[in-house]
């Protein structure tokens, strides 16, 4: 079971990398919010692997960060009905931190708005992970060099959730509010990343 790879990067698109490690190029799905923490080809990479084996092949799931990585492995084997893929659309669309606050509060229509997922299976997201997301994190160094923005779980909601009264779409202001964070910091305050991200 590969746990974590780390290589260098050959190619790179929104949805997959291959990073070459050993003489072995490794083809590595990986959702958007992975996607815009991948450095240029040719540089290191160190990601948190999720792999998948079924008797015809083997799929490998990656991640900038151990949390992400754990996160995705409770979508797709304590929810019926979401697999790899979906999932990793689900990571895509939103940051962990958004979705576990939208679970946290039982928030069924921030959900929905996620690929793949209608009204019914983000009941049941709810139901099968509420008792098992927490909102508190320690913030964290991930797999590729930076600073987790989990560390500031609460101030990035509240980041989040003041640029959804401004009119900004859910995913567009968590998009904003990720991209302030890696500018500053994960434990940064509200006011300063909000200046930021609309900066």
């Not at 780390?6 to 997959?16: A, D, F, N, Q, R």
């Not at 946290?104 to 299976?121: F, H």
């Amino acid at each position: 079971m590969i746990a974590r790879l780390k290589g260098t990067v050959l190619e790179s698109s929104p949805l997959l990398v291959v990073l070459e490690a050993g003489g072995v190029g490794y083809e590595v799905h990986i959702p958007v919010t992975t996607a815009e923490k991948v450095p240029a080809i040719g540089a290191e990479c160190s990601l948190f692997i999720h792999s998948v084996y079924r008797e015809d092949s083997a799929t490998l799931y990656g991640f900038a960060g151990r949390d992400d990585r754990d996160f995705f492995r409770l979508l797709v084997e304590k929810v019926s009905g979401i697999g790899p893929k979906i999932g990793i659309s689900i990571l895509s669309r939103m940051s962990t931190d958004l979705l576990r606050s939208a679970i946290a509060s039982s928030d069924v229509g921030l959900l929905s708005k996620c690929p793949g997922i209608g009204k019914k299976t983000a009941e049941r997201l709810v139901i099968e992970l509420k008792d098992k997301v927490g909102l508190a994190s320690t913030g964290s160094v991930t797999s590729l060099g930076e600073t987790d923005v989990s560390g500031g779980a609460s101030t990035f909601q509240d980041a989040v959730a003041s640029l959804m009264t401004l009119g900004y779409k859910p995913a567009d202001a968590d998009k904003l509010v990720r991209k302030a964070v890696s500018k500053l910091s994960a434990d940064a305050a509200v006011e300063a990343l909000i200046k930021t991200a609309l900066s």
